[in-house]
């Protein structure tokens, strides 16, 4: 035991600096932003974390601001209307209650592990948990950022199945 610890006293920089490796590469698999530059952590941190507080509170109206009307998104919520004008709050509102949990999943956990550059946008991928009626599933929850006049605008979100642990 002695002899183990003056070996750990005397190379004491490289055992120091061995665990500071291990330390840094523990924190990066935990960072889902790790791809990312500074600025486009600090710029997509809160609203990611936005997007994923109200989809899981069901916070609607303030989803409706970071919400991408794109044709797909209005084809979900407006039964095939794909070119309808954008919703106002009141609409989207309306929408999401009516829709969520019966005809599309609902959102129950959400913890984001991955979230990086794609094609001048961003993809954040999480491990979830969403229910519809008494349907429920765990799976990787996918959804794309653009930045639209300088903001991040959230599209319709995906699930695969049962493919990861929560």
């Given at each position: 035991?002695?002899?183990?610890?003056?070996?750990?006293?005397?190379?004491?920089?490289?055992?120091?600096?061995?665990?500071?490796?291990?330390?840094?590469?523990?924190?990066?698999?935990s960072d889902p932003y790790t791809s990312l530059t500074q600025e486009q952590r600090a710029f997509?941190?809160?609203?990611?974390?936005?997007?994923?507080?109200?989809?899981?509170k069901q916070d609607w109206k303030d989803m409706w601001e970071i919400q991408d009307q794109t044709?797909?998104?209005?084809?979900?919520?407006?039964?095939?209307?794909?070119?309808?004008?954008?919703?106002?709050?009141?609409?989207?509102?309306?929408?999401?209650?009516?829709?969520?949990?019966?005809?599309?999943?609902?959102?129950?956990?959400?913890?984001?592990?991955?979230?990086?550059?794609?094609?001048?946008?961003?993809?954040?991928?999480?491990?979830?948990?969403?229910?519809?009626?008494?349907?429920?599933?765990?799976?990787?929850?996918?959804?794309?950022?653009?930045?639209?006049?300088?903001?991040?605008?959230?599209?319709?979100?995906?699930?695969?199945?049962?493919?990861?642990?929560?």
């Open positions: 035991m002695i002899e183990m610890l003056r070996f750990v006293y005397m190379k004491r920089p490289a055992v120091i600096a061995l665990l500071v490796l291990m330390a840094k590469a523990c924190s990066a698999q997509l941190r809160p609203a990611v974390e936005r997007f994923v507080k109200d989809m899981t044709p797909n998104m209005k084809n979900e919520l407006l039964e095939g209307n794909r070119d309808a004008p954008d919703l106002d709050q009141v609409q989207y509102v309306r929408a999401m209650r009516s829709i969520v949990g019966v005809e599309f999943l609902r959102v129950r956990k959400f913890q984001v592990r991955e979230v990086r550059a794609d094609k001048g946008n961003f993809i954040v991928i999480g491990c979830g948990t969403a229910t519809r009626e008494s349907w429920h599933q765990t799976g990787f929850i996918i959804a794309g950022i653009r930045l639209l006049n300088g903001k991040p605008k959230f599209d319709l979100w995906s699930m695969t199945s049962n493919s990861c642990s929560n």
